[in-house]
Structures are given as structure tokens and as C-alpha cells.
């Protein structure tokens, strides 16, 4: 793997100060520049990176880790300031931004050309956080992860505009970081990320909106189900509003499929007991399991089936950890873990999948140190 090279990034928010924490664990020389000289100095405090003081240091590479709506201009900028290095950003739009770019290129008043864009490429690391800001930065947070490498691309002729040495210098970073890089066009990322992390988001939101005014006794009924659900729905408002405006029209074309679902399910529950009623209710939940088995199991191989076995614990420092270490000297691996809280009752239930054909010699295992397993 090539050495890291000496980059600045322009935007210290959670993405950009975990690529500094990432590229600086790897030997990088990394400069930090943000508006905000609060985020900036919390991202150089926490050993992101040396905050630009004065005439901005000559690099090889800008990482751009600023807001969607502001990422053409921050790129632009960058590009004309930077005449030797490669300019990546990280936007989790990538069709909008690169629209920007080209209509700049093409304004003659404009100082940016379509030359400039051979150092171009667009990227998005599909990572992240419900926490936002410097503090919440982690210099592993890409590992494993995969890093959408989308180079530029005239939509019109379909001619490359990104050079190969820019190419390789962005998807070098994502390996130096620890994540994996994937390559696509920006329209193909655009359509993709509606699916599987736009249209996450906007259900989590809604199904979350629906407990606003919910009894405080029916809240105390939940449980990881609903939390599951509603995890994501902590994010940032100000971010989606740009991201969601950005790719609007992949985003809508899923919600049409999905307005048809739910009109579909209101007309049957309407009148389930109707004909044909409880066969649409099944056939609907049907659907949701075949979609289910087609996400990639753990590091990205095909999907597996895990048996669980649910230990109960006491409430109290140090069960977690006493339940990992007894399960590690039986010798079989945790292939997932859960953990819920039993509603009035001071127990917690730690679910572990693992292989099927592990599950029972691990709870006799278990059983015979004294731990209380359940198997489902």
C-alpha cells in the first residue's frame, strides 16, 4: 500500500475529522480548515490535524467534508487554490454536485474549467454516526466500510473527465482508512444510496413522528423493535433537508413503490376478514423476508442464517463482558449480539447468534457455568 499523502481537509464535522484521525494514525501530514473556528480547533485538539494558519499549505490531495450545498463551490475553490493536488469530496450526493461543477466549467466568467476537473473525483464513504461533530469522530470509523469512488463523468458524451491519477489517489485513501473501495457512476450511487440509506432514514422519521403524542405507558411498553426502527431518526435535520433535496428524484420514485404498499395494506386491514384478506397481510410480510435475505451478511459475504440463544443476565457492571469471556473459552464465535432490557424487571437478555450447528453445545456450555439460556 502507497504511503499516505499530505492532505488538507476542508470541513472538521464528524466525516472529515475521522478521515484526519484515520489518515494521521497512518503517518499522514494532515492540515485542517473549517468556518468554524470552534470545530476546527476541537478537530486539531483531538489530533485531527494542524489547523491552516495563514497561506494554506501546498498538498497532494483536498478532501472536501463540507455540507452537500456548499460542496461544488468548496470543491471549486479548492481545485483553483490547489493547482498540483487531486480534490475528492465526500457528499452523499454525487449527480448534483457534479451538475454544479460542470455549469461552472461552462460559465466563461467563471476562472474553473473542464480541465480543472481531471483532478476531480467525486466519493462517498457510506459511514457515519446519529452523533455529529468533531468530538463525535472515530479514526476507525471506515474500517470495513465500503467507499463509493464515483469519477467524473459527462452525462452527455459519457466521456471521463477525472484523470486515472486522481482516481487511484482517492480510492488509495479509502484503503489507507480501512475501507473498501467500490466504483460506479454518480447516477448509479444516486439511485442506490435513496434505497438503502434514503428511504431508511425517511421511514424512521415517520414511524418516530407517530410517538410524539404517544401515552407514556404505551412508550414504556417498547422494546428493541421499536428502537431499532427509530434508531436513525436522531440525525440531523439541517443535513437531510440538503441531502434529501439533492436526490430528490430517486428518492421519489421509491416512495411512489412505497405508496402503493401502504395504500394496498390500509385497503386489506380496512376489511381484513374480507376474501383474500389474510393471504394479502402474508403475502405483504412475505415480501419483507425476501427482502431481508438479500442484505450481505458480515464483511460483505452472502447472507447467512444464525441460530440464537438468549442469556439472561443480571443488571450489574461486568455480565456482558462474564457472558463473552465463558463463551470465548467454549471456543465458539459470537456471530452477532443484541441487548435488551426486560420491562420492570432489573435482568437484561443478551440475544448471540451463532453458527446453527454450535447453538446447543454452547447453551449446555453455558447452563453447566451457571448462566439461565433460553433458546428461540
Known amino acids: 500500500m502507497a504511503e499516505p499523502v499530505r492532505t488538507l481537509i476542508r470541513g472538521t464535522g464528524l466525516l472529515g475529522a475521522s478521515i484526519g484521525l484515520g489518515l494521521r494514525a497512518a503517518g499522514a501530514e ?7 473556528p470552534t470545530a476546527e480547533a476541537i478537530a486539531e485538539d483531538i489530533g485531527a490535524g494542524t489547523r491552516v494558519r495563514g497561506e494554506a499549505p501546498e ?22 487554490q490547489h493547482p498540483e493536488a487531486a480534490v475528492i469530496d465526500i457528499a452523499s450526493v454525487k449527480v448534483q454536485i457534479l451538475a454544479e461543477l460542470l455549469a461552472a466549467a461552462a460559465d466563461e466568467t467563471n476562472p474553473l474549467s473542464r480541465e480543472h476537473l481531471a483532478r476531480y473525483v467525486g466519493t462517498h464513504p457510506m459511514a457515519g454516526r446519529e452523533k455529529s461533530g468533531p468530538v463525535a469522530a472515530r479514526g476507525e470509523l471506515f474500517t470495513s466500510m465500503p467507499w463509493v469512488i464515483c469519477p467524473a463523468e459527462d452525462p452527455d458524451t459519457g466521456e471521463q473527465l477525472s484523470g486515472p491519477e486522481a482516481v487511484e489517489t482517492a480510492a488509495e485513501m479509502a484503503r489507507i482508512l480501512g475501507a473498501s ?7 448509479t450511487h444516486d439511485e442506490s444510496v435513496a434505497l438503502i440509506s434514503h428511504l431508511p432514514q425517511i421511514a424512521a422519521s415517520l414511524v418516530a413522528s ?12 417498547s422494546g428493541n423493535g421499536l428502537r431499532d426502527v427509530t434508531r436513525i431518526a436522531a440525525s440531523d435535520p439541517n443535513l437531510w433537508v440538503q441531502i434529501l433535496s439533492a436526490n430528490a428524484r430517486p428518492v421519489v420514485e421509491i416512495l411512489y413503490g412505497l405508496r402503493e404498499d401502504v395504500e394496498r395494506l390500509i385497503s386489506t386491514l380496512e376489511a381484513p376478514t374480507a376474501p383474500g384478506g389474510h393471504a ?12 431481508v435475505v438479500r442484505i450481505p451478511g ?15 443476565v443480571d443488571d450489574k457492571p461486568g455480565q456482558i463482558a462474564a457472558v463473552l469471556n465463558d463463551v470465548a473459552s467454549v471456543g465458539v464465535n459470537v456471530e452477532d449480539l443484541r441487548m435488551e432490557h426486560s420491562a420492570g424487571h432489573q435482568v437484561g437478555m443478551v440475544e448471540l447468534s451463532v453458527l446453527p450447528g454450535r447453538r446447543d453445545e454452547l447453551a449446555q456450555a453455558l447452563r453447566g457455568m451457571g448462566w439461565k439460556v433460553v433458546l428461540t
Not at 498538498?59 to 483553483?80: I, Y
Not at 473501495?181 to 447516477?187: C, D, E, G
Not at 447467512?304 to 440463544?309: C, D, I, K
Open 30 to 36: 494532515v492540515w485542517l480548515s473549517d468556518p468554524s
Open 59 to 80: 498538498v497532494e490531495l483536498v478532501v472536501v467534508a463540507a455540507p452537500p450545498e456548499v460542496t461544488a463551490r468548496e470543491t471549486a475553490a479548492a481545485l483553483l
Open 181 to 187: 473501495a467500490h466504483r460506479m457512476p454518480a447516477a
Open 210 to 221: 407517530r410517538l410524539q403524542e404517544a401515552p407514556v405507558g404505551a412508550l414504556a411498553l
Open 280 to 291: 394479502d397481510i402474508a403475502q405483504l410480510i412475505a415480501e419483507g423476508n425476501a427482502g
Open 298 to 312: 458480515k464483511h460483505g459475504a452472502p447472507p447467512q442464517s444464525f441460530a440464537v440463544l438468549t442469556v439472561i
